[in-house]
């Protein structure tokens, strides 16, 4: 049955990895017929109606999904298109109470036009009643409109489609988790929307256990608990996640939306010096690795350990206290993107996900390539745009063992690491360089 899913306006390249990944995890068989980033509608193929209300019921990239009835490029040529579709459907809602309602994406339509467009389907055998209010079944008008239409006065869409509701999405969940309502967040907390979209791609749910090592004030573990993952996090620096205590920390926030049972622990570690065990337990892996443009990216360790020796000796005896705080030093930021995918490889399970966030420029000569490994592959790229650069959400998978070429492990292992040279901020960081030089050309 092909149904046609009505997304938001926004975010448009993460619309379909997350309506794959809700496959992946609802068991859905899915097959995307028709889609344009240009458009919020895309149709798909699904084997029934609830196949469809368990596809986008977490959705937060999706509005609402209809089954298909017909599509034409004006009235006439939809009227044969909905009897030819449509028509062995017609006499399960003969006796059915319904309404017909518009969704026009950049366009509009008086009432007496909306009024013209539905008796265009009074050949429809309907005797049910119609009711504005709760009626058994809604049937949308979905219009596609050229841009600019209203103001130049088109009085035609491009496309029409007509389709049967079958459901609404979670995206109203966005609003429960806004961090205007958080108790607790600071200025690099994940925004509650893109943090959902993030769980639902690196296919959080029920009976799963998920890591965020740069987890700060919780903005993914949140979310992965909403959809009944298990959460664990870590971050360098423990004050971010005890902030002030009690209700202003990060344990404060699964108070908060009441998912404490949810939270596995957090703890303050560095991911590069990370004390977990080297095993294959994590069924996802999401975070927003610190792009070091505030201040410069750091690790555990000493910039010249020969120069301060009394901060190791000092480190060997108070290492254990609670108040302790150990020092640090300037990372590279490509490093630390390949510690991120190395930790995924070696405690990842078969199948399970890494999700994470990179900056990144806008123009080609500048952009940061995400980074590979031959057990990891990319399921998704997604990008938001800011001026001159933006931020993806890179998407592996764990190949299994078995699937990983020995060849290409090999070469990657003995590969020649272009690791940035030098050992303040700006020569560690490309991304940072560029930021504060406008992503202006060196020449």
């Given at each position: 049955?092909?149904?046609?899913?009505?997304?938001?306006?926004?975010?448009?390249?993460?619309?379909?990895?997350?309506?794959?990944?809700?496959?992946?995890?609802?068991?859905?068989?899915?097959?995307?017929?028709?889609?344009?980033?240009?458009?919020?509608?895309?149709?798909?193929?699904?084997?029934?109606?609830?196949?469809?209300?368990?596809?986008?019921?977490?959705?937060?990239?999706?509005?609402?999904?209809?089954?298909?009835?017909?599509?034409?490029?004006?009235?006439?040529?939809?009227?044969?298109?909905?009897?030819?579709?449509?028509?062995?459907?017609?006499?399960?809602?003969?006796?059915?109470?319904?309404?017909?309602?518009?969704?026009?994406?950049?366009?509009?339509?008086?009432?007496?036009?909306?009024?013209?467009?539905?008796?265009?389907?009074?050949?429809?055998?309907?005797?049910?009643?119609?009711?504005?209010?709760?009626?058994?079944?809604?049937?949308?008008?979905?219009?596609?409109?050229?841009?600019?239409?209203?103001?130049?006065?088109?009085?035609?869409?491009?496309?029409?489609?007509?389709?049967?509701?079958?459901?609404?999405?979670?995206?109203?969940?966005?609003?429960?988790?806004?961090l205007k309502k958080r108790q607790y967040i600071s200025t690099?907390?994940?925004?509650?929307?893109?943090?959902?979209?993030?769980?639902?791609?690196?296919?959080?749910?029920?009976?799963?256990?998920?890591?965020?090592?740069?987890?700060?004030?919780?903005?993914?573990?949140?979310?992965?608990?909403?959809?009944?993952?298990?959460?664990?996090?870590?971050?360098?620096?423990?004050?971010?996640?005890?902030?002030?205590?009690?209700?202003?920390?990060?344990?404060?926030?699964?108070?908060?939306?009441?998912?404490?049972?949810?939270?596995?622990?957090?703890?303050?570690?560095?991911?590069?010096?990370?004390?977990?065990?080297?095993?294959r337990v994590w069924d996802g892996i999401v975070c927003d690795?610190?792009?070091?443009?505030?201040?410069?990216?750091?690790?555990?360790?000493?910039?010249?350990?020969?120069?301060?020796?009394?901060?190791?000796?000092?480190?060997?005896?108070?290492?254990?206290?609670?108040?302790?705080?150990?020092?640090?030093?300037?990372?590279?930021?490509?490093?630390?993107?390949?510690?991120?995918?190395?930790?995924?490889?070696?405690?990842?399970?078969?199948?399970?996900?890494?999700?994470?966030?990179?900056?990144?420029?806008?123009?080609?000569?500048?952009?940061?390539?995400?980074?590979?490994?031959?057990?990891?592959?990319?399921?998704?790229?997604?990008?938001?745009?800011?001026?001159?650069?933006?931020?993806?959400?890179?998407?592996?998978?764990?190949?299994?063992?078995?699937?990983?070429?020995?060849?290409?492990?090999?070469?990657?292992?003995?590969?020649?690491?272009?690791?940035?040279?030098?050992?303040?901020?700006?020569?560690?960081?490309?991304?940072?360089?560029?930021?504060?030089?406008?992503?202006?050309?060196?020449?």
């Open positions: 049955m092909d149904f046609i899913i009505k997304f938001a306006q926004a975010h448009e390249t993460f619309r379909i990895p997350e309506i794959e990944a809700l496959a992946i995890i609802e068991k859905v068989p899915l097959e995307i017929i028709q889609y344009e980033e240009a458009s919020p509608l895309c149709i798909v193929r699904v084997p029934s109606a609830d196949a469809a209300k368990r596809l986008i019921r977490r959705s937060i990239m999706a509005q609402s999904i209809h089954e298909l009835w017909g599509s034409g490029k004006n009235l006439e040529e939809l009227n044969e298109s909905v009897k030819t579709t449509s028509g062995p459907a017609w006499p399960a809602y003969k006796n059915s109470s319904f309404k017909f309602v518009f969704d026009s994406y950049q366009g509009s339509r008086s009432k007496p036009n909306q009024l013209a467009v539905i008796n265009n389907f009074r050949f429809l055998p309907f005797e049910g009643p119609i009711i504005m209010k709760n009626p058994d079944e809604v049937f949308t008008i979905l219009e596609l409109w050229p841009w600019n239409s209203v103001p130049e006065g088109i009085e035609h869409p491009d496309y029409y489609h007509l389709g049967r509701f079958i459901a609404n999405s979670a995206r109203d969940v966005v609003l429960k988790f806004d690099t907390s994940m925004d509650s929307e893109l943090a959902l979209i993030t769980a639902n791609i690196a296919l959080a749910a029920p009976g799963k256990i998920f890591y965020d090592p740069f987890v700060g004030t919780g903005s993914f573990p949140i979310a992965c608990a909403h959809f009944g993952a298990m959460s664990w996090g870590s971050d360098i620096d423990g004050r971010s996640i005890r902030g002030e205590g009690k209700e202003k920390s990060l344990k404060g926030n699964f108070g908060q939306y009441d998912i404490e049972s949810r939270l596995g622990d957090v703890f303050a570690a560095d991911v590069t010096n990370s004390p977990i065990r080297r095993r690795p610190p792009y070091g443009v505030r201040e410069g990216l750091r690790v555990l360790g000493l910039k010249d350990p020969e120069k301060t020796p009394w901060l190791i000796e000092r480190g060997m005896k108070h290492g254990m206290e609670f108040d302790y705080v150990p020092p640090k030093k300037p990372y590279s930021f490509m490093a630390i993107l390949d510690d991120i995918l190395l930790f995924a490889v070696e405690t990842l399970v078969d199948n399970g996900r890494l999700s994470f966030w990179m900056p990144t420029a806008n123009e080609e000569d500048q952009a940061i390539s995400a980074p590979t490994h031959p057990s990891l592959e990319i399921v998704a790229n997604c990008v938001q745009v800011f001026n001159k650069w933006s931020r993806r959400l890179i998407t592996y998978r764990r190949i299994p063992d078995s699937e990983v070429s020995g060849d290409a492990l090999a070469a990657y292992e003995g590969r020649e690491v272009n690791s940035e040279v030098g050992t303040t901020a700006n020569e560690l960081n490309p991304f940072r360089r560029g930021y504060f030089r406008k992503f202006q050309s060196d020449s």
